[in-house]
């Protein structure tokens, strides 16, 4: 099976701040960097799949309130 390459580019997207803190904290917890977490939310909602596990969710639902978002 061919290796595909992968061609990354830097962005400026703007976020809600809220919403980033939570991003950040879900890369810590899955020990991703923000960049590979977005990028596999992406492909599972492109997929149709959900992108977290319960446990994933409740750590989720936890910096939410810790964060206001």
Do not use: N, W
Not at 18 to 42: F, M, N, P, Q, R
């Amino acid at each position: 099976m061919p290796k595909t390459v992968v061609k990354r580019t830097q962005t400026g997207v703007r976020i809600e701040s809220s919403l980033l803190k939570v991003l950040k904290g879900i890369a810590e917890y899955t020990d991703l960097t923000l960049g590979d977490l977005l990028e596999g939310i992406v492909l599972h909602a492109f997929e149709g799949k959900a992108p977290f596990s319960p446990e994933t969710r409740k750590v989720i639902e936890q910096l939410k309130a810790v964060y206001g978002c």
